[in-house]
Structures are given as C-alpha cells and as structure tokens.
C-alpha cells in the first residue's frame, strides 16, 4: 500500500534515463570511437565537463557503459573487445604495467 503512491515516480525516472538526448549521444560517441577518456567525451560532444561526468556516472551505473583504469586514465567503452585494440594502439605496451596489460587482454578475450 506504501509503494503505491512511488510507483509512478520511479517509473518517470527510468523513461527519462533512457530517453535522455544527452545520454544517447554519449554512447554514441563512445561506441563510434570504441573507447573514450572522459575528456574526449567532453570534447566530442561540447557538453560541459560536470554535464558529462554525471551522465557517465548514471550511464555506468545502468551497466550500459563500462569503464577501466589504464595508467593514469579512466576509459569509458560498450565492447570490451573493441575498447581493448583502441586502448592498445594509443598506448606504448611497453609502458603498460603487467596489471594493466592483463586487464587489456581480458577484454581483448571478450567475443564481439
């Protein structure tokens, strides 16, 4: 009976992080470039950077965009596969510590 009256609520709030614009546009950005940093996704789509940054979050708390830390950057990617051959030809593997570099070749593992 309590739940009743929150129902609606709640179900307003899951249309509108599924129908953001904004939020479409950012996993359309991320999934064109196969993985991206924040700054990127900032850059890409001239939304400003605290606008970016909590769409993001909310995308990545929906488990539609996943992220990993490589070095010093967080990228943010859909196909684990993909993220992992555009992380890997912008970085120096050489560079790459070997926690890094086994967490790029999970991903790389992952099928399409």
Known sequence: ????????????????????????????VVEQMGAATLSQIVKTTRKSWGAVQWHVYVLEREGRLKSVKIGLFIYYFTNPKAAAEVILSSVDPNNLSPEDREKLDLMASFAS
């Open 1 to 28: 009976m309590l739940a009743a009256p929150i129902v609606p609520i709640i179900a307003r709030i899951k249309k509108a992080t599924a129908d953001d614009p904004i939020r479409r546009e950012i996993l359309k």
